[in-house]
């Protein structure tokens, strides 16, 4: 099956091979046999190289291809289904399941899976309630996030409700039963019982949009993972003349002990951004710190990870003494380049110490370029270089990935 599914994603990454959008046609054209509804398609294949000290170095090509439907919507009712399957072409890495404990890590193991199962139901005004395994993503993915860069993302078996009811706020509400981790259903780890709630406001002010969150985290299985955490974030954006504009963001947040969680912890979390642009080009300079009190670190388990604190993965687990993230990133938006329709392109460096800022960890530099080549087709080349001190390796990593989705 494993190797049907890879097959499949291969073929539709070559061009001309795969099929349109399928919109939701008259009933007329269902009864004719038109699939009513939208079919969902995205496939990825990638390279993925590490070199990192004290391991074998690891060389990955891995094919990802999602398959799905949308249902119309019917007495407020609309339902989706989409499975997902992983296969590995080149694997000389270490999966997290498979492979020689000697060699460096790229997470993305074999799969076939079903990847979302949910109904959606719209039966009260400005409010949408969404029930079974699905994709959630709150605010930035810091804390709650569904690990889009990896192959097997992370999905959740859920009910969560979003409404603009209560005007100006838009409240999200959802209660985790099980949390399915990019580490896949063959994994010791690649799932999670859970009993936690979210809980998240956002609106409008002067200042930018301020969002307040509380997430009860607690997981029976892996109770040092239970949290509770409470924070607010604002993030606004100002222009400055015709051509300059200037953002911010400041966040603050506090975790404690919860649930299934033995332990007995207080800690913060903090983050100040502030980034200038001008046309096509920004600047952004942040501190982003997350305490520890040498036992335990500020943790975000449900996090999309991979986005924050380096691409190279080296702070996947906050150290027991805390983490400050200094990083400046510049980037660039090429609206007409000589080859596809736009090109972004972005490098960051990064300096790593404790949390509070006594103790050095490294520094790390990361370039990335992202190229929409089509409607429906897209290229990512990325680089990461890691220099560490202490009990942190040295390590550079770099990927090159083909899209295709509809």
Known sequence: MRTAAFVLAALVLTPGVAVGQVSAPPANDAAA?????????????????????????????????????????????????????????????????????????????????????????????????????????????????????????????????TTTAFEPFNLTYAY????????????????????????????????????????????????????????????????????????????????????????????????ISGRLGRGPASLVLARESLDGDGSRGFQTPLATLHAFQGWADVFLTTPARGLTDTSATAAYTWAEPPVGRRWIISASWRDFSDGDGSLDFGNEFDAAAQITIGDHWGLEAKLAVFDGTGPFADREKAWLALEYRF
């Open 33 to 161: 046999g038109t699939l009513p509804g939208t079919i969902l398609f995205e496939s990825r294949i990638r390279y993925e190289g590490v070199r990192q000290d004290g391991l074998d170095d690891a060389t990955g090509v891995t094919a990802r291809l999602r398959l799905g439907w949308r249902s119309p919507t019917v007495s407020n009712l609309t339902f989706l289904i989409e499975g997902e399957a992983v296969q590995s072409v080149v694997s000389d890495f270490n999966d997290t399941i498979h492979g020689p404990a000697t060699r460096a890590v790229i997470a993305d193991p074999d799969t076939v899976e079903l990847n979302r199962l949910q109904v959606t139901w719209t039966g009260l005004p400005d409010t949408e309630v969404t029930v079974g395994r699905q994709r959630i993503v709150l605010g930035n993915a810091r804390f709650i996030g569904n690990v889009g860069f990896r192959q097997n993302e992370q999905t959740f078996d859920a009910v969560r409700v």
């Open 176 to 271: 985790i039963d099980r949390v399915h981790r990019v580490f896949g259903d063959d994994s010791p780890v690649g799932e999670w019982q859970s009993d936690s709630h979210l809980v998240q406001a956002e609106t409008p002010t002067p200042a930018g949009t301020l969002s307040l969150y509380g997430y009860w985290l607690d997981f029976p299985a892996v109770p040092g993972q239970s949290s509770a955490t409470m924070g607010a974030r604002l993030s606004g954006t100002r222009n400055i003349t015709a051509n300059w504009s200037a953002g911010w963001t400041v966040e603050l947040a506090r975790q404690s002990d919860y649930g299934s969680n033995p332990g007995s912890f207080d800690l913060g979390y903090s983050l």
